[in-house]
């Protein structure tokens, strides 16, 4: 099969296209930018290379540059400054030039820190991403994001560099385990509760489908989330205004990654119950009504991600995570939160409040 849908993403720095198909390695493989590369470096990790050694071994079929390949273990807890030195070794081992090319083959933790990694290489060298999870394909592949994770705050350590591609292909999320699926699902509930109202009661009445795997809904859900963040990043590349949006449920789900020890939840589950908790701090700014937290509660739970903060997050040690959030200003707690079903704007939060949003939350 080939390219079905190509979403622009336009930006003051550069402009860059998602495509959206299934069984893409040959229109990768015949790319400008695959054939310009001076060598190709596929980062992947232990699961996904075995995993997709049929699909790897195709891309790379006919090749004729030096192709590097770095495998890094799988997991959050590997988001480390020790895997991006095994990158910049094996690229620098492998004699790397700038018209190299950086291929990001797998997850969001893949894509962050092979994308860091191109941020940092020789000042930056072009990458490519290629997204095998819900979560990545919907999310993190697009918009420039890369990063590493600290110990005292996720995503702290990073850079702004864009792809030059995207290329979303559904085949590969036919072998996604259900959890993974599931986490994925937490971003698409979190696009259509900040940008599109459709999109969200869609998710209310459609989300038996997703979780079957069902083609046609997960094209749906991936083409509708990569316009909404397309757009939203073609207006601020940078987050310095409204990209900020786009962490609803993230100051809560970030913080519970942290303490709870990164890999303990997915991503997605930490952003699941983020939404959930940021639908109860709107509530209690008096924004939107208990009701519409109900319905927020019911659409989280019902693509099996967790809607209640475990005892073994203190409240005090989420707190204090949260302080280091991005979006704090002046040691102010700044959260996404909702004016309505489908709008999300930025307000400074009192702790006390946080605090009891947390604890009500058990």
Not at 199 to 226: G, I, Q
Not at 328 to 351: D, H, I, S, Y
Request: aromatic share 6%.
């Amino acid at each position: 099969m080939s390219v079905l849908y190509e979403i622009p993403v336009e930006l003051h720095s550069s402009r860059y296209r998602v495509m959206l198909g299934s069984e893409l390695s040959t229109s990768i493989q015949s790319s400008e930018l695959f054939q310009a590369a001076s060598q190709i470096i596929l980062v992947t990790n232990s699961t996904l290379e075995v995993l997709y050694s049929p699909f790897i071994e195709l891309l790379f079929k006919e090749v004729t540059q030096a192709v590097v390949r770095v495998t890094l273990a799988d997991g959050e807890h590997y988001k480390t400054w020790a895997s991006l030195d095994k990158i910049h070794s094996a690229m620098l081992a492998a004699k790397c030039d700038r018209n190299c090319l950086v291929l990001a083959f797998g997850g969001g933790v893949v894509g962050d820190i092979a994308g860091f990694a191109a941020a940092t290489y020789m000042r930056g060298v072009k990458f490519v991403q290629i997204p095998t999870t819900l979560l990545a394909q919907v999310d993190s592949s697009v918009g420039g994001k890369t990063a590493i994770n600290h110990p005292l705050g996720k995503n702290m350590i990073g850079a702004f560099h864009q792809p030059s591609a995207v290329y979303a292909d559904m085949a590969l999320l036919q072998t996604l385990p259900k959890r993974e699926l599931s986490a994925g699902i937490a971003e698409v509930i979190k696009h259509g509760l900040l940008a599109d109202r459709a999109l969200f009661d869609w998710l209310h009445l459609n989300m038996s489908a997703l979780l079957a795997f069902n083609p046609t809904a997960l094209l749906h859900v991936v083409k509708r989330s990569v316009e909404i963040k397309a757009k939203i990043v073609g207006e601020d590349e940078t987050e310095t205004g409204v990209r900020a949006l786009l962490n609803l449920g993230h100051t809560f789900g970030h913080a519970l990654e942290a303490v709870l020890g990164y890999g303990s939840w997915l991503h997605g589950e930490a952003v699941g119950c983020g939404l959930v908790l940021a639908g109860k701090l709107s509530q209690r700014l008096g924004m939107i009504h208990p009701t519409q937290v109900q319905k927020i509660e019911e659409v989280v739970a019902s693509a099996h991600l967790p809607v209640r903060v475990p005892a073994e997050a203190p409240t005090q040690a989420l707190l204090e995570a949260m302080l280091h959030d991005k979006k704090n200003q002046q040691g102010q707690l700044r959260f996404v939160v909702l004016e309505a079903l489908g709008k999300a704007t930025v307000q400074t939060v009192p702790l006390a409040l946080a605090k009891e949003v947390i604890d009500k939350s058990r």
